[in-house]
């Protein structure tokens, strides 16, 4: 639940369409159990042992990289695996531990963005970062920042911004135009994707908006 739950949401749906396709079929039956992942519902910690705790095989999930990387000590410690379809922070890389993803990690496709907005000619950009969910965002926006310099362009404006922090999209809007950038990097959810580029399209019909993963 939560202003970022888009991400769980769809994780939910296709991971309960996935259970009833294979208790469709003849052998094996499945069983689907949910977990609230919010703050409000307990730390990531008392998430990860209500589910071992359960006897559950695995869990489909997290689907933030700042879950994850609170999750993982604890999943290793109960010896839980998790598999995200989503959380792809290069700080999840590259460990001997229990969590899985069957997504590329960010940097690549920060770097991908960079290149694709230097081969257009946009060689100024503003960057909108939510950092709640700070160690995918961070370096997500640093790897864009150095790829995209690395070619001559050069970043004007980075805004942070926290989503559950009542963010006024009209004032962020105008500070990521501000230098009238050619092009604005959204690194956050499709939730606020959708309500900046309303902003930003409002205020500059021409300028491009690219978008992270994370809202794509």
Known sequence: SGRVSDLAIDGR??????????NAQSGPRYELHLHEDTAEAGTPAAVVGAMADEGDAFAIGPMTSVLAKAMVPEADKRQLVLI???????ELSGMDDWFFRVIPPAGPGAMQIADAA??????????????????????????FGGRFRSQGGTVTNVVHYESDGHPDYAKIAGELLASH???????????????????????????????ASWAA
């Open 181 to 211: 950038p050619r092009v604005v990097l959204l690194v956050c959810g499709a939730v606020d994707a959708s309500l900046v580029a309303q902003q930003l399209r409002r205020l500059d019909p021409d300028v491009q908006i690219a978008m």
């Open 13 to 22: 749906n296709g991971t309960q369409l996935a259970i009833e396709t294979l």
């Open 84 to 90: 995200s379809p989503t959380a792809n922070s290069d």
């Open 118 to 143: 230097v081969g257009r000619g946009l060689l100024t950009a503003s960057v909108m970062a939510e950092w709640r969910n700070r160690s995918y965002s961070e370096r997500f926006a640093e790897t």
